[in-house]
């Protein structure tokens, strides 16, 4: 069940910061912070602008780290 809010909560998120580029560029800095190794680690030749690595993060939820998922769900239930 907490897997599946914290699923929840990071689609959410990415869906907020996909809504737009005033969005994606409140929130870029918070999720390259965040998710600075997973970007490395997962979205390696994916090029900063346009969504594209929000898009690649939500490509490979599966696979990001829990500090990353937490952060982002953090940053959801703030947003709420």
């Given at each position: 069940?907490?897997?599946?809010?914290?699923?929840?909560?990071?689609?959410?998120?990415?869906?907020?910061?996909?809504?737009?580029?005033?969005?994606?560029?409140?929130?870029?800095?918070?999720?390259?912070?965040?998710?600075?190794?997973?970007?490395?680690?997962?979205?390696?030749?994916?090029k900063p602008?346009?969504?594209?690595?929000?898009?690649?993060?939500?490509?490979?939820?599966?696979?990001?780290?829990?500090?990353?998922?937490?952060?982002?769900?953090?940053?959801?239930?703030?947003?709420?």
């Amino acid at each position: 069940m907490k897997t599946m809010h914290a699923t929840t909560a990071l689609v959410l998120t990415l869906a907020a910061l996909l809504a737009g580029p005033a969005a994606l560029a409140a929130d870029r800095a918070k999720v390259t912070d965040a998710c600075k190794a997973d970007i490395k680690k997962l979205c390696p030749d994916v090029k900063p602008g346009g969504g594209r690595i929000v898009a690649c993060l939500k490509d490979k939820k599966d696979q990001m780290s829990d500090e990353c998922k937490a952060d982002l769900a953090k940053q959801a239930a703030e947003k709420k």
